[in-house]
Nanobody
């Protein structure tokens, strides 16, 4: 069983930056592809960015517009999501997901999930 825990959310003003962290345990971290999703109230859980186990491959959704950067530190079993120039529409619960397969875009395909961390952007 893989245990996933996110942290780093909070209340941020529009235009600000935030770095989310996610720690995964229970399996060799480098064997897991990791991804970030987000879910706004009343909306579906959307893919934001993913990274392969070795960190060399990444994919992101179009709306990212270069503002979101996913990275990982396998020595710390941690994946990060750096968000810059935050917008009001970025307000959502951000979830970290893990799966042995890289490139999955649908939430239904991921085997392991964290509990989510709230990001609220204020004007």
């Amino acid at each position: 069983q893989v245990h996933v825990t996110e942290s780093g959310g909070g209340l941020v003003q529009a235009g600000g930056s935030l770095r989310l962290s996610c720690v995964a345990s229970g399996r060799t971290f480098s064997s897991l592809a990791m991804a970030w999703f987000r879910q706004a109230p009343g909306k579906e859980r959307d893919f934001v960015a993913g990274i392969s186990g070795d960190g060399y491959s990444k994919n992101t959704k179009d709306f990212v517009e270069g503002r979101f950067t996913i990275s990982r530190d396998n020595a710390k079993n941690t994946v990060y999501l750096q968000i810059t120039n935050l917008k009001l529409d970025d307000t959502a619960v951000y979830y970290c997901a893990a799966d042995p397969r890289f490139g999955l875009l649908s939430a239904a395909d991921y085997a392991y999930w964290g509990q989510g961390t709230q990001v609220t952007v204020s004007s």
